[in-house]
Nanobody
Framework: QVQLVESGGGLVQSGGSLRLSCVAS????????MGWYRRAPGKQRELVAA???????NYAFSVKGRFTISRDNAKNTIDLQMNTLSPEDTAVYYC????????????WGQGTLVTVSS
């Protein structure tokens, strides 16, 4: 069983920055993808950014050039640096752990709220 603990959400003004962190613990498979998803009010959950254990990244078009995802495999952590935030980025952000080839072992964090004021 893998547990995810998220931190770093909060309130920020438009144009500001925030950094989200997610720490994974437990029985972690070495080949995995971890990422951040978000659910804005009235919208479906969507991928924000993901990074594989080999370092490959994937970003939503709306955040490219503003957000950067990184990971430390030794510490089982991922970070999401969010710059130039806009009110449209307001959402609950969820950390996700997906071991390669084992979809039944996918784990979600509880979510952290990011609010961007105009």
């Amino acid at each position: 069983q893998v547990q995810l603990v998220e931190s770093g959400g909060g309130l920020v003004q438009s144009g500001g920055s925030l950094r989200l962190s997610c720490v994974a613990s437990g029985s972690i498979f070495s080949r995995n993808t971890m990422g951040w998803y978000r659910r804005a009010p009235g919208k479906q959950r969507e991928l924000v950014a993901a990074i594989s254990s080999r370092g490959s990244t994937n970003y939503a078009f709306s955040v490219k050039g503003r957000f950067t995802i990184s990971r430390d495999n030794a510490k089982n952590t991922i970070d999401l640096q969010m710059n130039t935030l806009s009110p449209e980025d307001t959402a609950v952000y969820y950390c996700n752990y997906s071991p390669f080839g084992l979809p039944s072992l996918e784990v979600w964090g509880q979510g952290t709220l990011v609010t961007v004021s105009s």
